[in-house]
């Protein structure tokens, strides 16, 4: 919607090739019993070079495949589909 200018999206200075801001696609994929805490996450070097470490801010963040695996593995997320 930042291109379209009749949209509440729209942003003048966006272009194509130098967007100013992006969507995330996200899916839900199962629960957790318990969150996982910032200071959980700290005391794990695995998640040393995480953005949620590095840069903490609230937003969307990237998280990779190895990542989740180590934040499924410490949370033990309940199957949803149950």
Do not use: N
């Amino acid at each position: 919607t930042q291109f379209d200018p009749a949209s509440d999206g729209y942003d003048p200075r966006s272009t194509r090739e130098m967007p100013r801001w992006y969507q995330a696609d996200i899916q839900f994929a199962c629960l957790y019993p318990q969150p996982l805490t910032l200071k959980q996450i700290k005391h794990h070097p695995e998640f040393a070079d995480m953005e949620l470490v590095v840069r903490p801010r609230l937003s969307v963040q990237k998280v990779s495949e190895r990542q989740l695996q180590l934040i499924r593995q410490i949370s033990q997320p309940v199957d949803a589909t149950a």
